[in-house]
């Protein structure tokens, strides 16, 4: 294909003033020198931003703009387009209905794919609309199908021809679909799509069945996105494969079943915890990553610093009494007890865990999984750990009273009890465990520290970009700010705060604008003060009181410490804070039932 100027392009930036005659000359000559597309050239120098120049393009071209950014990657469309003209062409299949299909294009004035374009739509019977797509949507649209959905294909293409050799079909269930399973086709398409979860820092697998096909969606960084959709007729070996993986019933479909498996993915071992779930269009699965790599955080990693970070580490050491982490599910509280422990955990010391499941192995750590269904339980199974001369004890979660009021006796009696419990933020740990049946006067020689914790995105580091906050930012910083220990006010500007905002997205980030998470914590002590308002006068108010003159960063200002830092941004932590704020109104409606 030979280069082309997109002359229209240049003509229209040059009449509108946009840049300079200077600087459109230089980006020609790069744009010709690299081949490269002309108005990639103005947006990777950061001389045009990529959505004007689309706005620009539109209002050239006569062609609707499309956003691709949560649009499904669908394999089936490499059928009419292959993927070597997706790549050569720099055009996007995403979407068919009837006999109309919808193609997004980069470069409207490149002739040469206009022409392929036309030529398949004919060839095909087709009705061709194109949309005009920016270069970001483009790369992901195309990373995707180079990756995951080109190899599923090629297992798909493979599996196709062995099945119509073996004259069976994918879903019969007797006599043949172990032996198709355990052949290369679907393992390797399950291998596929579990390496490329791994790979992307998914945390979940979502297998989900349909009418009309099987999708596919990884949780990343908190978010699920749909990555590939498959036939529907593979949704019963796919099943088997990871049934056969987890040693689940086979023949079981009608009840739900957990498991677990582990393979090796490079130089390291990885976990999956597998959970299968009835459905009226069959079975659904989920499989949780447990990455090790993940696994071995430590508490600065995790996003601990300042008072929160010494207030851990201090009671962390102590001989006995509670730790108690809370937050909702998927705050990474999990994570946060496997760090302590790994923190803590030495040949000097006994620590026993109750697990529900097991998530991380901690190297040195006797850890139990919990199995409610045969009476082995938190409550049952911390009786026993008492009886193996523990030091440490790790508790999963303190479910119910008898849970709180055993962990509240072990921490009496000289052990340390690391825990998790479900309220919305610390002040609420006490409420909960009075709630829970546990007396006051045995609160405070057992609580030594409660912890919550929720987790934010962070920016990508090569794409996030430096702006300065606006009138409504800079108040609410500040507002945070005036709030918090004046040692850690210094640290920051008056007023004219810099921050920074997600940017266009980059091949670091695969797109997203946003690379792993990063918690943000409150810790709440145990003090004669506090001691004192939960024997005389408990109240939210007073415990409130207790927690500023204590000097405690709430998650909210630990959150703008960390937009000041440049880790996330303010939108990021707006919608956190929005999300626990609807938690806290829901458990207020509960609590009045």
Same mark, same amino acid.
């Given at each position: ?458 920016? +990508?580091?090569? +794409? ?41 997205? +980059?091949?670091? +980030? ?84």
């Amino acid at each position: 294909m030979a280069f082309q100027l997109p002359q229209l392009l240049i003509d229209e930036l040059t009449k509108l003033g946009s840049l300079t005659p200077e600087v459109l000359s230089e980006a020609e000559k790069e744009a010709a020198r690299s081949e490269k597309d002309f108005g990639e050239v103005l947006v990777s120098k950061k001389l045009i931003d990529d959505a004007e120049l689309l706005r620009i393009k539109s209002s050239i071209y006569q062609l609707p703009i499309v956003d691709l950014s949560g649009a499904e990657v669908n394999r089936e469309l490499l059928n009419y387009i292959s993927e070597d003209i997706i790549n050569f062409y720099r055009v996007i299949p995403f979407a068919k209905e009837g006999s109309v299909l919808r193609v997004g294009v980069v470069n409207p004035e490149n002739i040469d794919a206009l022409e392929a374009l036309k030529f398949i739509a004919s060839d095909k019977e087709l009705t061709l609309e194109k949309y005009l797509i920016n270069y970001r949507d483009f790369e992901n649209f195309s990373r995707s199908f180079r990756t995951l959905t080109t190899e599923v294909g090629k297992a798909l293409e493979s599996l196709s021809e062995e099945l119509s050799q073996k004259e069976l079909k994918i879903t019969e269930k007797i006599g043949g679909i172990e032996d198709i399973t355990a052949e290369a086709p679907v393992t390797r398409i399950v291998a596929v799509i579990v390496k490329h979860a791994v790979e992307t820092r998914a945390s979940d697998i979502h297998i989900e069945p349909f009418e009309a096909k099987i999708r596919i969606r990884f949780r990343i960084d908190g978010l699920l996105q749909t990555v590939l959709s498959l036939p529907r007729g593979l949704l019963s070996a796919l099943v088997t494969r990871i049934k056969i993986l987890t040693d689940l019933k086979i023949d079981e479909t009608r009840l739900a079943q957990d498991g677990r498996f582990s393979t090796k993915l490079g130089d390291r071992r990885v976990d999956f915890r597998v959970s299968t779930f009835p459905t009226r269009n069959g079975e659904k699965v989920v499989l949780r990553i447990l990455d090790p790599m993940v696994g071995n955080i430590t508490l600065t990693d995790l996003g601990l610093e300042g008072r929160s970070l010494e207030l851990v580490l201090e009671n962390i050491v102590k001989p006995f009494g509670e730790i108690l982490i809370t937050g909702p599910t998927g705050s990474g509280k999990s994570t946060t007890l496997a760090a302590i422990l790994r923190q803590i955990n030495n040949d000097e010391v006994n620590i026993v865990t109750l697990e529900d499941p097991i998530e991380y192995f901690v190297e040195g750590v006797n850890q139990s999984q919990t199995h409610e269904e045969i009476g082995y339980t938190f409550a049952s199974g911390l009786r026993h750990i008492l009886r193996q001369d523990p030091d440490i004890i790790m508790v999963g979660e303190i479910r119910d009273g008898e849970t709180a009021s055993l962990a509240t006796q072990a921490a009496l009696t000289g052990h340390v009890v690391i825990s998790t419990l479900h309220t919305n933020d610390t002040i609420g740990v006490i409420p909960r465990l009075v709630d829970m049946g546990v007396e006051k006067y045995l609160l405070a020689p057992t609580l030594n520290l409660a912890a919550a914790q929720r987790l934010l995105r962070k920016l +990508c580091p090569s +794409c996030k970009q430096k702006v300065k906050a606006n009138v409504g930012e800079e108040h609410m910083i500040k507002q945070a700010l005036e709030k918090i220990p004046a040692e850690i006010q210094k640290e920051f500007p008056k007023s004219g705060f810099e921050i920074y905002k997600a940017g266009e997205g +980059c091949k670091d +980030c695969r797109g997203k604008t946003y690379k792993g998470r990063i918690a943000i914590f409150e810790t709440l002590a145990m003090t004669d003060e506090l001691e004192k308002i939960i024997l005389t006068n408990l109240s939210e108010s007073e415990l409130r009181k207790e927690a500023q003159r204590q000097g405690m960063i709430t998650m909210f200002q630990d959150g703008i410490i960390k937009v000041l830092h440049g880790i996330t941004s303010i939108e990021e932590l707006l919608q956190v804070a929005q999300e626990n704020e609807e938690e806290q109104e829901s458990e207020k409606v509960e609590s009045r039932k």
